[in-house]
């Protein structure tokens, strides 16, 4: 996997860009970040009517670029360089995609919000749109990275998570976990008992992890966690485990292709990114 040199950070101009751009010093000085592009797009067209006089008389962008290279100035303290892009575009999703082809962006910062503090300046349109990795910050989110959670269905898709912890693995210290939700297909329930399901599956999973982690990566990680999903769906699981364990970083591919456990598939992904989560959430591309 192509090591992180690009980062492009999404600010909205609302109380989480502080954090975001905080977060986004963290990273540039683990990862040894050449560039970093903090990116606000300006909807002009949401603005009333009632303020178009008081505005034409207004460089905008101007007092918005100023705004935030102060800020930047005060908060990002790594030894990178950065730039401030400022923009009027209609579509802020297509605006983003464009700058991460145009700087060769290798991974993408956006901040993760409650349902109060409103959606945020992009959607999961990006998970199918950009063709660079995506992390998703919260307020919450520490600066550490030290216990990492690597999302897994023991495919070869996943190998891309676990390849990505290899330029951190190479820094400094840390402890990854590898994570695997299943569930008991609901085909078989009428006809196998699904204490036996269980077994069955889990003896599976665990030969189809060794078997993994010996063809696809380098370092296995320091745990391998199998949790059943029981009542829950794959994805409820998945969220509750992260709220109730708190790792500082969880990793998943953005594609997977395990017939037991759809984690990493598609709407599932998705699912998943629009959570409001107390954890940052890497899709790696």
Known sequence: ?????N????LDLTSIDNHLIEYSSFLAEKFEIENVYFVHNIKKYE???LF????NEVNLDQLIG???NEKIENKFKANANWEVLISEDSNTESLIDYIVNKYQIHLTLIGNKSSKDGTGVVTAKLLRLLKCSILSVPKTAELSFEN??????FSGHSRKSFQFIEQLRKKFPLTVNAVHVYQVPIQFSPYVPKADAMVKIEKHLQQKSTKFFNKFVISKPESVELIYAKDKSVSEKFLFEIEKKKPDLVI???????NISSLLIGSLTEEIFDESLTAPLLIVK
């Open 1 to 5: 996997m192509e090591n992180v040199k």
């Open 7 to 10: 980062i492009l950070v999404a």
């Open 47 to 49: 603005i009333s009517e």
């Open 52 to 55: 178009a006089d008081e505005l």
């Open 66 to 68: 100023d705004e935030l």
């Open 148 to 153: 990492i959670w690597v999302g897994t269905d």
């Open 252 to 258: 998943l591919s953005d594609k997977g292709g395990n």
